[in-house]
């Protein structure tokens, strides 16, 4: 119909979930925004993140933060995730998540795993994940937008970027211990899943698994790597990594 507004926003298609999901899986950092109590205005402050294994926000703050406060007295937030890189900022991916705020109590599971999972991404953190004011949210996503550049808008459900289930569950209790393996033991395969999605030198480290893939780090560097095909058991972890190893090697000798 003439005159009649374009839609901007494209169909949300599986390349759009697959960018969507590594902006917030490689984020180091977000600008969190909440409403401030006493006025309802919007308050934005960076915070340090990393992902639960289902792919949910995870952050630490100290209860003496203005931002901390506000999330205790209304949970609806919003996190910003995606770098700037050289040039016009604007025309770098980035991600809007719409969250609600859970915070974790100490001595359960939730809070360990949390823990677990942001002080692998954030080693510094361990300088005060300790301290008794400071406290670990999962920031619960209902939707999220992104912009992807000029012309490449996409708009995200809760499924789109949640990855839950049994093999998520299952991956929790054995995480950990294929980690340390993996960084003791294979660090020329960890070097080879870098070198793949695109990443150069050596000396990288798995900080995490999921059912979809794995986060690699080498300095403040971060790289995304997904598996060729999602997880189907917890048990196709290592068969997964040994396959895409020799997959590598052969490239490397081809």
């Known amino acids: ?15 759009a979930i ?24 919007p308050l934005a402050s960076r915070v340090g993140v990393a992902t639960d294994l289902d792919g949910t926000p995870l ?13 205790l007295a209304d949970t609806r937030c919003s996190l910003l995730v995606g770098e700037p890189g050289k040039g016009d900022a604007l025309a770098h991916p980035r991600m809007t998540l719409v969250c609600r705020a859970a915070r974790l109590e ?4 939730d809070h360990a795993r949390a823990e677990r999972r942001y002080l692998n991404r954030n080693p510094k953190a361990k300088l005060y994940a300790g301290l008794g004011d400071f406290s670990f949210f999962r920031l619960e996503v209902e939707r999220a937008s992104l912009n992807g550049g000029f012309g490449k ?16 569950e299952a991956l929790a209790a054995t995480e950990q211990g294929a980690l340390d393996h993996m960084n003791a033991d294979h660090r020329e395969a960890i070097d080879i899943y870098a070198r793949d999605s695109g990443a150069a030198g050596t000396g990288w480290s798995l900080t995490g698994f999921d059912a979809d893939g794995m986060d690699l780090t080498r300095g403040d560097e ?25 997959a590598g090697r052969a490239t490397d000798a081809a």
């Not at 952050?59 to 999330?71: E, P, V």
């Not at 100490?106 to 599971?109: E, L, V």
């Open 1 to 15: 119909m003439q005159g009649q507004k374009k839609d901007v926003i494209r169909e949300t298609d599986a390349a």
């Open 222 to 246: 971060v790289r995304r790597v997904f598996f060729p095909e999602p997880l189907a058991s917890a048990q196709h972890l290592r068969p997964t990594l040994v396959a895409m190893a020799k």
């Open 153 to 168: 808008a996409y708009l995200f459900k809760r499924e789109d970027l949640v990855v839950s289930g049994p093999v998520t």
């Open 18 to 41: 697959r960018q969507a999901r590594t902006l917030v899986r490689s984020a180091r950092f977000g600008a969190l925004a909440v409403l401030e109590p006493a006025t309802g205005v």
């Open 106 to 109: 100490r001595g359960t599971a």
């Open 59 to 71: 952050i630490l703050i100290s209860m003496l933060a203005a931002h901390t406060g506000a999330l």
